[in-house]
């Protein structure tokens, strides 16, 4: 997840990616990520028989868990979530354990790559401040919490491997751990250069838990040129947060514009224009050959496929994600659009083993396609239906409505923020309203129907409008809405449109 951000990746993308061999300059889409695509449709195949709950029964004392009913692989935004929905239905004491590779009870991860980078006296983020649930109104969670709640609590010691037939699983330090039902939550790894073109070296960061987020900030409280290679979520964010250090600030891409997974080139080129405005510099269409290295080890620079060089002492790479597997294999992949094949239900192809968030590939019942979603609100929405599904006799299957957003340039004293939002699915043809002055929006259509919607700067009430544009699909008239003088009147046609279908 990553970020408030998201990975939506579209299968050309990365072919095109995957095109540029080592030779010409390594891609910044590395090979070995697998892509996150919202545009695959293939059936699911998992049965819907034989998912009740399995028991066990416990005849040793050499299982190092003391609550086995459940059990939770990961320590993210989603098992944050599920938690706390245990705790509503009264099944969390005594019977449920999280495992993570963390040192911290789970909290809302998008921060890291906002408030969390702010400079020391921009007001940062930091914990225990945005433990999960506070991210959607509820309750902070701090160890304390987990405590209380009777939840088992696993630090520092990550899932290494699982015997099914067992129900058990082994850590990374030797534990062996009993479930009867088992929730893997384990999330998405950043993708990384390879260590043989300095991948590794030190002054170069990935930003994916607190410890890299850290790491990240000692280096800009001494950094004078960051170099952020990827135009996606993660360099966008990253950008924005080093601009309030007052460092010099180049974005490398391999596209042409920023964020090419969502914006259009028109919509693009305004937030290049506001970053410019900030200082940020940009390298469009470029391969990176390798990042260089000083006489200590330190980075140097970035070296690109044609020989040229950026200078930098700190280098953040933000190049995409690779769900997080790891042992769970056996558990059923789906090979299309990577990670954990579940139902609607988010159960696997295991009586017993559910899948949810970052590493799930699960159907998206309002498009009709099987996708993985990168995102803090799938994670927790996907976290709470599988809980409730798992311990009620609740059987809706997830109907989840896309929705991505950023918010960036938050820092005190900054003289703009942003904070776009974008709901439903970026297909057909568009319509831009708007000259950034604060608000744009652009419009979706494809056969004649609204598909998606992204706003920047909204009030709250056209916000909460756009979630029941999107889902409702109204056909709208687009030679209607491109007239529209500004955002509020292009709204104002599509709600309309919204009011016809409902009276008919």
């Given at each position: ?9 579209k ?10 061999s080592?030779k010409h ?7 070995q ?8 449709s ?71 790559t ?11 983020a ?8 506070v ?7 701090t ?7 009777g ?9 290494s ?5 067992k129900?058990?699983?082994k850590?990374?330090s030797?534990k062996?751990?009993?479930f009867?039902?088992l ?7 950043a993708?990384?250069f ?19 987020a ?16 990827g ?8 950008a924005?947060a ?5 460092v010099?600030t ?10 090419t ?9 305004k ?5 410019q405005?900030f200082?940020?510099?940009f ?6 050959s390798?990042?260089?290295a ?8 970035v ?14 790479v933000?190049i ?32 017993g ?16 396609r ?13 976290a709470?239906h ?14 989840y ?8 340039f ?17 297909v ?23 598909k ?7 009030s709250p009430?056209?916000?909460?409008l ?11 008239d687009k030679a ?5 003088s ?19």
């Amino acid at each position: 997840m990553y970020s408030g951000g998201f990975t939506v990746r579209k299968v050309t993308m990365a072919s095109i990616s995957n095109a540029l061999s080592l030779k010409h300059g390594l891609s910044l889409w590395c090979p070995q990520s697998t892509p996150s695509v919202n545009r695959i449709s293939q059936p699911c195949s998992i049965s819907s028989t034989n998912f009740r709950r399995r028991s066990f029964s416990v005849s040793a004392s050499s299982f190092a868990n003391e609550n086995r009913e459940f059990v939770i692989v990961g320590g993210g935004n989603a098992a944050g979530y599920a938690a706390r929905t245990f705790v509503e239905h009264g099944m969390a004491d005594g019977k449920l354990c999280i495992v993570s590779k963390e040192a911290y009870a789970p909290y809302e991860r998008p921060a890291l790559t906002k408030g969390y980078l702010f400079p020391h006296d921009k007001k940062p983020a930091r914990l225990p401040g945005f433990h999960t649930c506070v991210g959607s109104g509820g309750e902070r969670q701090t160890p304390d919490w987990y405590k209380e709640k009777g939840i088992e609590m696993l630090h520092e010691d990550p899932v290494s491997d699982i015997d099914i037939e067992k129900q058990t699983l082994k850590t990374s330090s030797g534990k062996l751990l009993k479930f009867g039902s088992l929730i893997i939550a384990t999330g998405c790894t950043a993708s990384r250069f390879p260590d043989k073109i300095g991948g590794n070296l030190s002054g170069v960061h990935y930003v994916r838990d607190v410890a890299d987020a850290n790491s990240l900030i000692s280096s800009l409280e001494k950094a004078k040129k960051v170099v952020v290679v990827g135009g996606g979520y993660i360099g966008m964010e990253v950008a924005a947060a080093a601009v309030a250090w007052k460092v010099d600030t180049t974005i490398i891409f391999p596209e042409e514009h920023l964020m090419t997974r969502l914006f259009t080139p028109s919509l693009a080129q305004k937030y290049e224009q506001l970053y410019q405005d900030f200082g940020v510099k940009f390298v469009k269409g470029a391969s990176i050959s390798n990042l260089e290295a000083g006489s200590d080890g330190h980075v140097v620079g970035v070296k690109l496929a044609n020989g040229s060089i950026i200078e930098a002492d700190t280098v953040v790479v933000g190049i995409g994600a690779k769900p997080a597997v790891g042992p769970f294999e056996s558990v059923g992949l789906n090979t299309t659009v990577g990670g954990i094949q579940v139902d609607g239900l988010f159960r696997t192809s295991i009586p017993g083993i559910f899948a949810i968030g970052d590493v799930a590939a699960f159907p998206l019942k309002i498009y009709d396609r099987t996708t993985r979603v990168e995102h803090v609100d799938h994670a927790r929405r996907s976290a709470q239906h599988c809980v409730k599904s798992l311990l009620t006799a609740h059987t809706d299957t997830y109907d989840y409505l896309p929705y991505f957003y950023s918010r960036v340039f938050e820092y005190e004293g900054s003289p703009r923020k942003v904070w776009w939002q974008f709901f439903g699915d970026n297909v057909g043809e568009t319509v831009e309203i708007g000259n950034f002055d604060p608000k744009v929006a652009t419009f979706w259509i494809d056969s004649g129907k609204l598909k998606g919607v992204l706003l920047e700067s909204g009030s709250p009430e056209e916000f909460q409008l756009l979630p029941k544009i999107a889902r409702s699909q109204p056909f709208v008239d687009k030679a209607k809405l491109e007239k529209a003088s500004s955002v509020e009147e292009a709204l104002e046609i599509v709600q309309s449109s919204l009011k016809v279908e409902a009276a008919v």
